[in-house]
C-alpha cells in the first residue's frame, strides 16, 4: 500500500486542512438551503399578510369626500 503522507504534497497537514475544508463546505450547503427555506417562507407569508390587508381594505365602508389614509407612508 501507498503512505498516505507521499500521495498528497504537505503530507498529513494537507490531508487535515482538506477534511476541515469539506466539512466547513458541508455545513455552508447546509446553511444556505436553510436561509433559502427560510426566504421561501417569508416570501409567502408576506404575501399571505397582503392579500388579507387587500381583502380587509376592500371591506372598510369609506364615507364620501373623506381623504384615504396611506399605512405606508409613516405616519401610523
Do not use: H, M
Not at 477534511?19 to 458541508?26: I, R, V, Y
Amino acid at each position: 500500500a501507498a503512505d498516505p503522507e507521499s500521495l498528497l504534497p504537505g503530507g498529513w497537514e494537507t490531508a487535515v486542512w482538506c477534511d476541515e475544508q469539506e466539512a466547513l463546505n458541508e455545513r455552508l450547503d447546509i446553511i444556505e438551503e436553510k436561509v433559502i427555506k427560510t426566504v421561501e417562507y417569508l416570501e409567502s407569508e408576506v404575501k399571505s399578510l397582503l392579500d388579507t390587508v387587500r381583502e380587509t381594505a376592500k371591506d372598510i365602508p369609506v364615507t364620501p369626500g373623506t381623504p384615504l389614509g396611506d399605512i405606508f407612508d409613516g405616519k401610523y
